[in-house]
């Protein structure tokens, strides 16, 4: 069993920067692939980044702002947010994969944390 326990949300003016972080327990971490996922009011929670041995991905709505990075000693995957805007306001979550795929669907994530509230002003 794997537990996710997501810090670092808060609220931020557009334009602003925040660090998500995700810390795991378990033994098995470094294989995992790890992703961040988002939820806004009303709407599917959707696809943000991956990273796994092949790499990492992200969502078209992020890319070249938000970078997912894992550090396997502390058994902790991060998410950095720049030139945040206010539709980047969700709740988000990190996911394990069990299998390594790095995948964008929520059905292959195995595990997920309680969540951490994001809130970018304008």
């Known amino acids: 069993q794997v537990q996710l326990v997501e810090s670092g949300g808060g609220l931020v003016q557009a334009g602003g920067s925040l660090r998500l972080s995700c810390e795991a327990s378990?033994?098995?971490?470094?294989?995992?692939?790890m992703g961040w996922f988002r939820q806004a009011p009303g709407k599917e929670r959707e696809f943000v980044a991956a990273?796994?041995?092949?790499?990492?991905v992200y969502a078209d709505s992020v890319k070249g702002r938000f970078t997912i990075s894992r550090d396997n000693v502390k058994k902790t995957v991060y998410l950095q947010m720049n030139n945040l805007k206010p539709e980047d306001t969700a709740i988000y979550y990190c996911a394990a994969d069990r299998r390594g795929s790095g995948s964008r669907d929520i059905p292959d994530y195995d595990y997920w944390g309680q969540g951490t509230q994001v809130t970018v002003s304008s």
């Open positions: 990273i796994s041995w092949s790499g990492t």
């Open positions: 378990g033994r098995s971490f470094s294989s995992y692939a």
